[in-house]
């Protein structure tokens, strides 16, 4: 079954508007929530990541909200730009130093100009 | 700079044939991992190790072996190739604290099976 699901599968904006990436989650377990992204013809890298203990987590123009209670979290990207159009996964990890990531099936994001 | 590197970059295989996937590490990290990337699937857990001499099944691991003779290396092996395989696979080692940590990954290996 999907552990980690994400929504939308793609969206588009226009340059400077925020773009919102949704995750949630079923497990209680699961104690690190990382979102990576990847642009055409590269590997995933990691872009910004939070711990349940905090319900924010800001990087530049890259937000991380995270809600325990509802087992959400998404991430908001403000001043889209067309550099950021890319595939983002949210992942979530299991299990302290023998961790193990589960991710998120990607959300394709377009940023027009 | 962090290394993680893989071999084959490509490789087309026939059906029912051996494959065999290695990856390399250079950050001395204890745990490594094979994802597969497919669209409309993001990257789904094959195998994992915590170190030498160990591996552990990951989400989806029907239809695959792995395989860690050292800190550095780590191998997926697929016995019987079959067209479902057909996909990117990615190797990752990672290094994780309580409040950190994250994953590394190789430049992907394309795998075509006829």
């Known amino acids: 079954q999907q552990q980690v699901r994400q929504s939308p599968q793609s969206l588009t904006v226009w340059e400077g508007e925020t773009a919102i990436l949704n995750c949630s989650y079923e497990?209680?377990?699961?104690?690190?929530f990382p979102w990576y992204h990847q642009f055409p013809g590269e590997s995933p890298a990691l872009l910004i990541a939070?711990?349940?203990?905090?319900n924010k987590k800001e990087d530049g123009r890259f937000t991380i909200f995270f809600n325990k209670r509802e087992k959400k979290f998404s991430l908001h990207i403000a001043d889209s730009q067309p550099g950021d159009s890319a595939t983002y996964f949210c992942?979530?990890?299991?299990?302290?130093?023998?961790?193990?990531?589960?991710f998120g099936k990607g959300t394709k994001l377009s940023v027009k100009s | 700079e962090a290394a993680v590197t893989q071999s084959p970059r490509n490789k087309v295989a026939v059906t029912g044939g051996k494959v065999t996937l290695s990856c390399n590490q250079t950050?001395?990290?204890?745990?490594m991992y094979w994802y597969r990337q497919d669209t409309g699937h993001g990257l789904r857990l094959i195998h994992y190790?915590?170190?030498?001499?160990?591996?552990e099944k990951g989400d989806i691991p029907d239809g695959y072996k792995a395989s860690r003779p050292s800190q550095e290396n780590f191998s997926l092996i697929l016995e019987l190739a079959t067209p479902s395989q057909t996909s990117v696979y990615f190797c990752?080692?990672?290094?994780?604290?309580?409040?950190?940590?994250?994953?590394?990954f190789g430049e992907g290996s394309k795998l075509t099976v006829l």
């Open positions: 990752a080692s990672g290094a994780w604290g309580a409040n950190t940590g994250q994953l590394y």
């Open positions: 497990d209680s377990t699961f104690d690190y």
């Open positions: 939070i711990r349940p203990v905090s």
């Open positions: 992942a979530a990890r299991r299990g302290g130093s023998n961790a193990k990531l589960t």
């Open positions: 950050n001395n990290h204890n745990n």
């Open positions: 190790s915590y170190g030498a001499g160990s591996t």
